[in-house]
């Protein structure tokens, strides 16, 4: 069921997002550090019985660096596109501008268990410690999983700490991402990454994104109206939520993480998404480049922090990479049959390749790419 | 342990805050329909063993209305005063500007559990919703508490809901007041209310609070600076956080109750209080005259709605009524031995009154409160 | 130097945005008693000389209605996308949900000239007002225009009112867009409406946008890649500013049209713009159909107003308005030479005609629009 | 009219508020480099000719550095009590987090002209800038001041800047200070400062507020309620605005400073002042601790950087500070007549210091202040 390695990445099908180059694994982690592990949960079939299954559904974790992140928390800032949602922890994020553990990932109603485990994780590192702000975030995976079973469990939070990796990111139907749905395809978790111009510093941006939201007629892929042609035989107007979460090891400030943040709803449109009523569209952006003590002392330097003016290509990053990550999870998302035999159909690749050559997309001028930069090409 | 009544509340001893009047319980529950339940938790002493106790804490349910919550929401907002803690919930309040659950609050590491049971309560009262957005406050009571035991369970939290009551709400050392320290004395709950001049209708605005902050010679009763003359023997300058329930049956839209709620900040800083960097003050405030249902239809008629010129009564309310209030949560709360032998001695009455007195505090300026109006007396 | 009927309209050249029905005249004034004025200062040419010239500038007015709007205040929000930018009196907006003057448009730097003659307008029909809040957004014209000179003088304010019509909106280099750039084309003012699903209520909402922004390989056309294949023979990357006018005759409330404005941002998204660091893009969302008097009474019945669930169509004909008002402001700009000799060409519409149809763009799949409505096609 | 040096200030009668001490100013101007200088506009008495007069109104000047301040920008924050108001500027503060123009402070309908004319003086210092953000706070003087006349011009405003001194700030009815009324008696400017405690660095700040607000029943000297028993003979509940300005020498980053600028609000609220709904309640806050340059590069070394865990001590003295200011705005202000004979009372000196003995105000608890730290007494 989990066989993913048949179905592609953007870039392996010729969809090249943007101007500014992907990092070596086109990936969140490409920002040194950052780990990110899931725990997939997929039992049962058939009828819904609450409380019993069938289950699909996990938990995942992005640890933002190797160390203890209590004692050296991240940079943060939080943007809110629509908080429709349930997500744990982010006024606190949004007050100090840090955060103080890994982020993880889940349905929306196991948020509370999974914060509850989280601190004890945390906690059994720092002991004496008797506040910590654990960060959640959720989608709504009711569609296809017993969502009020509530079956992730402790252990699957710290499984899924312990499964985290530096090198390689499972998308599609991975942790969080089992049961979720995307344009009503099959979505999931999905990641890309940025290289900023060498000139800013040698610096990496990277999205990771657990998308479940989108309606069929709109999606485009790259600009190209992919919706228009294409939609599963059956699909209705229900659209959910998207939590994207951004890294890059530039040294920021949480007010400029903020700025970052906000870019990332324009990757988002861009998909043809629409961050509907009913949705929790929540993006939380980190720098791994200025760690915090708890007294608040910053470890960067000043000469490394990042002038204002030089905003405009990290917000540039952050879309493309956005952008990148919601394709690449649809793309990577396996067909799922959840509860009460309910569908959702992985976007047929074959199709989704015939469309993007219909509209002759070709791949994005090479001369913006020079130099590693794309000032007046 | 719990023998409150020898304790009074500050209109018993000539503390008259304010120039509009308290409604006939000067309490929270002066609003019809609104319910207060608590649940304490007093076990063991002496040394602190994490996961064992002694535990010194609880929990305390705000029921808005005696319907079914989920699907009759109250309007509702939220003002953060400082951020700095782990509610959960009050994202959602700020973008729908509503509240489809009771408001819970207890101690800080146990506002996950308490969502978790709260859910399960709504849940079976709604069956066939998939999200629900639970409301918990906190405040941090690892100073008397075992915090990391998290002893607070789900039976817990459905006892809280089923205690509620409309009639009395019992303030000081109860639900989750038990373990919380106020100006460095006793903290706890406590609650005022204030009639708005009739002319606005028949309206009234309650508030309740969690106080577990304020550094000893800041206190301030009424203006009187009674933290110049009157400090616990041992005191530290750890400040804490209050979380601040502000109630109207007046219907106010969402954008009028997040400038009232502001105004509660107003309340607290009247007492001497600082909102130091490491408090975590919010302000929760609903509105049980305009019910919501679940598509977003409200049920006021557009008459009754406040214009927003007198809103400036219902900021005079929430300021006098949330300043009472913490005064009350002080006056009521007795003495409490905790883990370790730590104790918070309740603030000793005979000393407020001495020091009111030598101040020649005088009842208000009754010419104030002529015909229930306070326009150009 | 403004024959601007040779220019089309997207829709007149088969570009057909999104999913929901243009209103009759596809304009901000499809919402009814909404009326546009513009005057036009385009003087002198060659070298620049502060305070002299050339000229390029001019100055929009946006007239909610055809009332008093002091007396008869329109419900309104702000979404601040990038708020680097100098816009006068957005703050009251966002604490008060109205607006209580039009809406004036202009350059950067005469921002506060505007303000104090709309000030003087207002003032006349308002005796013994003292305190009036003018609204006038702004985008930087100096790449052509004499800034510095602040040539937009207090009649040209009074007359952009006067000549306010509700029939007909001219675009491109007319009024605050004379001497805008757009993509790094000649951009300016743009247009176009949406119709809400019938079943709503007989509700329209449009966009009016000043577009200054974008860098021109960017560029998409209803999500055709056109900056990949057509940018000026000069460029660099210097991105502006939008300014985005929402408006719409369905009752929403203040905090519901800050969510409506938000959506425009999409609109924004999807052309390409990426809202760098130091642009100024800012949406202000009105409703006509709620008025609100001096002391807050509002208009509406309750019967009116727009239950939540129902946004989501608002926030997509926001989106769709702001996209289509983007690509009509590129589309009806004609080339334009300012100050220095710098120009801006107009972007060669059988260019744009001829990549459309070389990536073979097909109008949007017409099942979807069945009925006025898009449910489950 | 100005003879102000009769009437004093707080602590030369004995009113010392808080626990720390204040700069040997006890000024704004205890700032190093920060000047101040104000033009007040006193003509003609009698009937209100609307464009004519009497005038009541002024213009002051805080000019944060000695240097070219669009080149070397001061970090800074706003924060909104009640944003009902024409403040010009904050929304690119918010945005960017800095101030790159002196801060103007006048009327509420001047505010477009002292603008006007601040970009005026900053572009003869930076030719070649076409953007610039200048910032303008006010009050409505109208009760006083011809304001629809809007007196002040653009040489007041220069004249205010020349005028800017870093040695002392007059008080009262000076500059814009002029025609403001405070709880119903003559109100205007006041300023005061703190030192912080030496172990964090040798900083200082300091408030300057205009005050124009407050029901005189309300009134509170460091909580003594000196408005129950002292009102001015005819008052009526007409509320209106302060603006607040906090400026510190220590090297906060924009988060901090909307931090401290919040707690401000605390200082307003100890006075009995109530953000009544029309009021225009506004704080900005500055640093001149870390000059950022027009690409955004930070002048502060990291070591500089205050940690978050010592803010509170600053949240503290903006707490005081803002308190003392308004209480010294009160004090040095002058009995006032403005148009149509209608006057302001300068609150009677005496009588407020016998209202405090009555109360037996004693100077607060010496041994907090010990070693200039309030650590642990």
């Given at each position: 069921m989990t066989s993913q390695?048949i179905r592609p990445?953007?870039?392996?099908?010729?969809?090249?997002?943007?101007?500014?180059?992907?990092?070596?694994?086109?990936?969140?982690?490409?920002?040194?550090?950052?780990?990110?592990?899931?725990?997939?949960?997929?039992?049962?079939?058939?009828?819904?019985?609450?409380?019993?299954?069938?289950?699909?559904?996990?938990?995942?974790?992005?640890?933002?660096?190797?160390?203890?992140?209590?004692?050296?928390?991240?940079?943060?800032?939080?943007?809110?596109?629509?908080?429709?949602?349930?997500?744990?922890?982010?006024?606190?994020?949004?007050?100090?501008?840090?955060?103080?553990?890994?982020?993880?990932?889940?349905?929306?109603?196991?948020?509370?268990?999974?914060?509850?485990?989280?601190?004890?994780?945390?906690?059994?590192?720092?002991?004496?410690?008797?506040?910590?702000?654990?960060?959640?975030?959720?989608?709504?995976?009711?569609?296809?999983?017993?969502?009020?079973?509530?079956?992730?469990?402790?252990?699957?939070?710290?499984?899924?700490?312990?499964?985290?990796?530096?090198?390689?990111?499972?998308e599609g139907n991975?942790?969080?991402?089992?049961?979720?749905t995307g344009f009503?395809w099959k979505g999931g978790?999905?990641?890309?990454?940025?290289?900023?111009?060498?000139?800013?510093?040698?610096?990496?941006?990277?999205?990771?994104?657990?998308?479940?939201?989108?309606?069929?007629?709109?999606?485009?892929?790259?600009?190209?109206?992919?919706?228009?042609?294409?939609?599963p035989?059956?699909?209705?107007?229900?659209?959910?939520?998207?939590?994207?979460?951004?890294?890059?090891?530039?040294?920021?400030?949480?007010?400029?993480?903020?700025?970052?943040?906000?870019?990332?709803?324009?990757?988002?449109?861009?998909?043809?998404?629409?961050?509907?009523?009913?949705?929790?569209?929540?993006?939380?952006?980190?720098?791994?480049?200025?760690?915090?003590?708890?007294?608040?002392?910053?470890?960067?330097?000043?000469?490394?922090?990042?002038?204002?003016?030089?905003?405009?290509?990290?917000?540039?990053?952050?879309?493309?990479?956005?952008?990148?990550?919601?394709?690449?999870s649809l793309l990577r998302s396996e067909t799922m049959v959840?509860?009460?035999?309910?569908t959702r159909i992985g976007i047929p690749i074959e199709l989704v390749?015939?469309?993007?050559?219909?509209?002759?997309?070709?791949?994005?001028?090479?001369?913006?790419?020079?130099?590693?930069?794309?000032?007046?090409?």
């Amino acid at each position: 069921m989990t066989s993913q390695n048949i179905r592609p990445r953007a870039r392996e099908i010729g969809i090249n997002i943007g101007v500014l180059p992907p990092g070596s694994l086109n990936s969140i982690t490409d920002i040194p550090g950052i780990k990110v592990g899931h725990v997939s949960l997929i039992e049962g079939e058939g009828k819904l019985v609450p409380g019993k299954g069938p289950i699909r559904t996990g938990v995942t974790a992005i640890v933002p660096h190797g160390g203890n992140i209590f004692t050296e928390k991240v940079c943060a800032a939080v943007y809110l596109i629509n908080a429709f949602g349930k997500s744990v922890g982010l006024l606190q994020v949004m007050e100090l501008g840090n955060i103080e553990t890994p982020i993880m990932l889940t349905n929306t109603l196991s948020v509370w268990t999974v914060a509850d485990a989280l601190v004890d994780y945390m906690s059994e590192q720092n002991p004496g410690v008797y506040s910590i702000n654990p960060i959640v975030g959720e989608c709504n995976d009711s569609a296809l999983n017993d969502i009020l079973g509530r079956h992730v469990k402790r252990e699957h939070v710290l499984q899924a700490l312990r499964n985290a990796s530096e090198t390689n990111v499972e998308e599609g139907n991975v942790g969080a991402g089992v049961g979720m749905t995307g344009f009503e395809w099959k979505g999931g978790i999905g990641t890309a990454s940025r290289l900023l111009p060498g000139d800013l510093g040698d610096f990496a941006l990277g999205a990771l994104v657990l998308t479940n939201t989108g309606w069929a007629p709109d999606l485009r892929i790259d600009g190209i109206p992919i919706g228009n042609e294409l939609t599963p035989d059956s699909y209705s107007h229900t659209e959910g939520s998207i939590m994207i979460i951004i890294a890059t090891s530039a040294p920021l400030s949480a007010r400029q993480l903020g700025r970052v943040a906000k870019r990332a709803a324009f990757g988002l449109a861009r998909t043809g998404a629409t961050a509907s009523h009913d949705s929790g569209d929540i993006v939380i952006a980190f720098s791994t480049g200025n760690l915090i003590s708890p007294s608040g002392k910053q470890s960067a330097s000043p000469d490394e922090f990042v002038p204002e003016l030089q905003l405009s290509f990290f917000f540039r990053a952050a879309i493309e990479a956005t952008e990148e990550a919601i394709i690449n999870s649809l793309l990577r998302s396996e067909t799922m049959v959840g509860r009460d035999g309910i569908t959702r159909i992985g976007i047929p690749i074959e199709l989704v390749i015939a469309i993007m050559a219909k509209y002759r997309r070709n791949p994005r001028n090479q001369q913006l790419k020079k130099n590693n930069t794309f000032e007046k090409p």
